[in-house]
C-alpha cells in the first residue's frame, strides 16, 4: 500500500511569515493529492488538493506544488495569521483509497 | 448545508465491551468513509461504503470491528470485544461520489478504552 510520510512534525512561525510543509510517497501511482487542516475537536477539512497532471497550485495564501519524478509535495502557506494555527496533514490517493501523513503542528506566534 | 453527524462524541469504555457509533452523512453524498485516528497520527481508512456496497475494508480489524451502511444513507460502526488499543478518535466522512471528490468530515467520536 501507499505510504506517506510528512515534515516536520511541528512549526512555528512567527505571525506573517511563511510556512512549508513536505510530503513523500511511495507508490508512483498514486495521482491525487489533497491537504487537510484539523483544529482541536473537529473532524479534517480539506484546504487545497491538487492532480498528478498538475505541477502547481495556487488559492490565495496557499499553494501546492508536486514533483511526480521525486514523488514529493509540499504545502506553501504565505503571511501567517494566528488562525493559521492548526494540524496540517498531506494524503495521497491511490487504488481509491486515501493514505495520511503523520500531521504537521503548525504554531503561529503573535 | 448541513455537515456530517456523529453520535456519541465521547465514549468510555472497559476492555471486552462492546460499543457502537453511529454516522449521518451529508444528504446525497454517495460514498461514505470510517476513519480511525490515533492520537498524534493522521487518519487511517477503515472501511468505505459505495452507497451500501462494501468498496475497500482491507483495514477493518473483521475479528472485532464491523459496520454497516443500511439503505445507502447512515452507516454504524462497531466494536466486539474493545481492546486497549483501540483507543482514538472513529471520524465518519462522506463524499458526493467516490474518494476524487471532496471528503468532508464529521467532528469523530472520542473513544477511550480502560
Known amino acids: 500500500g501507499e505510504n506517506v510520510e510528512q515534515h516536520p512534525s511541528t512549526l512555528s512561525v512567527q505571525e506573517g511569515d511563511s510556512a512549508v510543509i513536505k510530503c513523500t510517497y511511495s507508490?508512483?501511482?498514486?495521482?491525487?493529492f489533497p491537504w487537510y487542516k484539523q483544529e482541536l475537536g473537529k473532524g479534517p477539512q480539506l484546504i487545497i488538493d491538487?492532480?498528478?497532471?498538475?505541477g502547481e497550485k495556487k488559492d490565495q495564501r496557499i499553494a501546492v506544488t508536486l514533483n511526480k519524478t521525486a514523488k514529493h509535495f509540499s504545502l506553501h502557506i504565505t503571511e501567517t495569521q494566528p488562525e493559521d494555527s492548526a494540524v496540517y496533514f498531506c494524503?495521497?490517493?491511490?487504488?481509491?483509497?486515501?493514505?495520511f501523513g503523520a500531521g504537521t503542528t503548525v504554531t503561529v506566534r503573535a | 448545508e448541513a455537515g456530517v453527524a456523529q453520535s456519541p462524541r465521547y465514549k468510555i469504555i472497559e476492555k471486552r465491551q462492546s460499543v457502537a457509533f453511529w454516522c449521518n452523512p451529508i444528504?446525497?453524498?454517495?460514498?461514505l468513509y470510517w476513519y480511525q485516528q490515533i492520537l498524534g497520527q493522521g487518519p487511517k481508512l477503515l472501511i468505505q461504503?459505495?452507497?451500501?456496497?462494501?468498496?475497500?475494508d482491507s483495514q477493518l480489524p473483521k475479528d472485532r470491528f464491523s459496520a454497516e451502511r443500511l439503505k445507502g444513507v447512515d452507516s454504524t460502526l462497531k466494536i466486539q470485544p474493545a481492546k486497549l488499543e483501540d483507543s482514538a478518535v472513529y471520524l465518519c466522512?462522506?463524499?458526493?461520489?467516490?474518494?476524487?471528490?471532496?471528503?468532508?468530515f464529521g467532528p469523530g467520536t472520542r473513544l477511550t478504552v480502560l
Open positions: 491538487i492532480r498528478s497532471n498538475v
Open positions: 466522512a462522506s463524499s458526493l461520489k467516490g474518494t476524487y471528490n471532496e471528503q468532508f
Open positions: 494524503a495521497a490517493l491511490n487504488d481509491y483509497k486515501l493514505s
Open positions: 461504503f459505495q452507497n451500501n456496497g462494501v468498496v475497500d
Open positions: 507508490d508512483s501511482a498514486s495521482n491525487y
Open positions: 444528504s446525497g453524498h454517495a460514498t
